[in-house]
């Protein structure tokens, strides 16, 4: 499943260069896997505070491309991977949303299911298999 989040940088995301900070990267990838969730239909609040369940990122990677500005409105394209019964990894490219054709950076989140009180692995729920699948 592709989902598109549309974000304009802001000031607050740039460093002393003033270009993007690369843990910022991260953040706005996530704020992208946030509202793909939300717009499959799951409750952010519950997804995100379900005292049995969390879904810890197990692994994130970022390859910058070409620098982001503020000002500069970008396109994340948002695909999450199934990898097994309780891993996934999502894959975000960056784009210039006036200029699609080449990517500003890429970037990988690789995440695990866990059973909150044990620490143990455990099955992808039916909610975000679909949502994988699109």
């Given amino acids: 499943m592709l989902f598109i989040y549309s974000r304009t940088i802001r000031f607050q995301d740039t460093d002393a260069a003033g270009v993007v900070y690369f843990a910022n990267v991260l953040a706005i990838c996530h704020e992208a896997y946030e509202a793909s969730l939300a717009a499959s239909d799951i409750n952010l609040k519950t997804f995100f505070t379900t005292p049995d369940l969390a879904i810890p990122i197990t692994h ?12 500069d409105r970008v396109l994340i394209h948002l695909t999450p991977q199934y990898l097994s019964d309780n891993e996934f990894e999502i894959v975000y490219q960056l784009f210039l949303a006036e200029n ?23 099955k992808i729920s039916e909610k975000l298999i679909k949502w994988i699948n699109g």
């Fill in 60 to 71: 994130a990677s970022v390859d910058f491309y070409r620098p982001m500005f503020c000002g």
């Fill in 100 to 122: 699609p054709e080449k990517p500003l950076a890429k970037a990988i989140t690789k995440h695990v299911c866990i059973d909150s009180l044990n620490r143990k692995r455990q």
